[in-house]
C-alpha cells in the first residue's frame, strides 16, 4: 500500500551536530550508491562532510555558507532514505527557506549537484551582505508587528521587515541591527510576549540582500532547471509556476521576500493529508502543529518508520 503526503523540508536552523547518526543516514550517506555525493559536498566547502557533521567544530558547520549545502544534502540522503523504506506517493512538496531547493531536488526539478552549487553560491553572496540582525517576535499579531517595522524604517531610517511568518503568533523580524533592536522594544510595547535576538549576523529575507538580486539571478540563470513533476509550492507565493521563468523569478524573489510559511500550512491543510517532515530536527514539525497540522511525522522521529509504516496500514 502506498502512502500519499506532502512532504516538507527544514531550512537553516534545523542543523545540528551528529545529524548523520543522529538521523540514522550515516550508512547511506556511506553507502556506495551515495558517497560521491558526500565527496561531492565535501569538495564544495573545503571540508571533510562525514566529519564536519558529526564532530564539527559547530562554529563552521553554523557558517551560511556552509551551512546551505550542507543541510541540503542531510536532507536530500532523509528523502532517499524515505522512498526505499516505504512506497511514497507525494502528493506536494514544500521547503522553509532554504528548504525550498530540497523540495525542487525531490519534485526532480533540479538535479542534487546543480542544487548544491546553486545555494553554496547563495550562501557566500549572503555572506557578502550588510551584516545585519533577526529576532523572533512571540504573541504579536503579524499585522502590529508590520505596522512596527514600517514605522522603524520610515521615522527611524533603519531597515527592518517580517522575514519569517512562521505561525500566527510567531514572526521572524530582519533588517539592521538597530532597526531591529527598536521593533524589538516596540512590539514588547504593543504586547509582544517575547522578542528573542537570533544568533545570526546575516538579515536573511530582507532588503539588506537585495543588493545582491542581480549576481544570484546570474547564478540561477546559469543553472539547468526542469517543471517540477509533483506541486512545489514557493515561499514567495505560496503557490506553484506555471514555467520555467516564473520558477527562476521566484527563487530570486525569497532571497529578499519573506517566507510565507502560515498561507504554505494553509495550502497544505487543504489537503487533508499526512504531512512528513524530512531532514534534521524538528523545527518544522513545531511550526506545522502551530500552524493547525495536526497530522504530521518527522523523519528525525527514532519512532518515524514504525509510525510511518503503522499509518499506511
Not at 553554523?62 to 528523502?79: A, D, K
Not at 531547493?101 to 550562501?123: F, K, M, P
Not at 517580517?162 to 516596540?186: D, K, M, R, Y
Request: with cysteine; aromatic share 6%; glycine share 6%.
Amino acid at each position: 500500500m502506498s502512502c500519499s503526503a506532502a512532504i516538507v523540508f527544514p531550512g537553516q536552523g534545523s542543523q545540528h551536530l551528529n545529524m548523520l547518526s543522529q538521523g540514522s543516514i550515516l550508512d547511506i550517506a556511506q553507502s556506495s550508491e551515495y558517497s560521491h555525493l558526500v565527496e561531492y559536498c565535501s569538495n564544495l566547502v573545503s571540508l571533510d562532510f562525514v566529519k564536519l557533521v558529526e564532530t564539527g567544530p559547530e562554529e563552521l558547520l553554523n557558517r551560511t555558507s556552509i551551512t546551505q549545502p550542507v543541510l541540503l544534502l542531510i536532507s536530500y540522503l532523509h528523502y532517499q532514505k524515505l522512498i526505499e523504506k516505504i512506497n511514497l506517493d507525494p502528493i506536494l512538496f514544500a521547503g522553509h527557506s532554504l528548504g525550498e531547493y530540497s523540495a525542487l531536488v525531490a519534485a526532480n526539478s533540479l538535479a542534487i549537484e546543480d542544487a548544491l552549487n546553486l545555494v553554496r553560491a547563495r550562501g557566500l553572496l549572503m555572506e557578502e551582505a550588510d551584516n545585519g540582525s533577526m529576532a523572533a517576535i512571540l504573541g504579536l499579531e503579524l499585522s502590529v508587528i508590520q505596522d512596527v517595522c514600517q514605522e522603524v524604517s520610515d521615522k527611524h531610517s533603519f531597515e527592518v521587515q517580517c522575514a519569517n511568518i512562521n505561525t500566527p503568533t510567531q514572526t521572524v523580524i530582519s533588517g539592521t541591527g538597530e532597526g531591529v533592536q527598536i521593533a524589538q522594544e516596540l512590539c514588547i510595547k504593543k504586547g509582544a510576549k517575547r522578542a528573542i535576538r537570533l544568533n545570526v549576523s546575516i538579515a536573511s529575507h530582507s532588503s539588506l540582500m537585495k543588493p545582491l538580486k542581480d549576481k544570484f539571478s546570474e547564478v540561477i540563470s546559469s543553472t539547468n532547471f526542469k517543471l517540477p513533476t509533483t506541486t512545489v509550492l514557493h515561499n514567495v507565493t505560496y503557490g506553484e509556476s506555471s514555467n520555467i521563468d516564473e520558477l527562476k523569478e521566484v527563487l530570486g524573489k525569497q532571497l529578499y521576500s519573506p517566507v510565507q510559511w502560515v498561507k504554505t500550512c494553509q495550502k497544505i491543510l487543504e489537503l487533508n493529508s499526512p504531512v512528513i517532515e524530512c531532514g534534521p530536527g524538528k523545527v518544522i514539525a513545531g511550526l506545522l502543529k502551530a500552524n493547525g497540522v495536526n497530522d504530521y511525522f518527522s523523519t528525525s522521529d527514532v519512532n518515524f518508520y514504525e509510525k510511518i509504516l503503522e499509518h499506511v496500514k
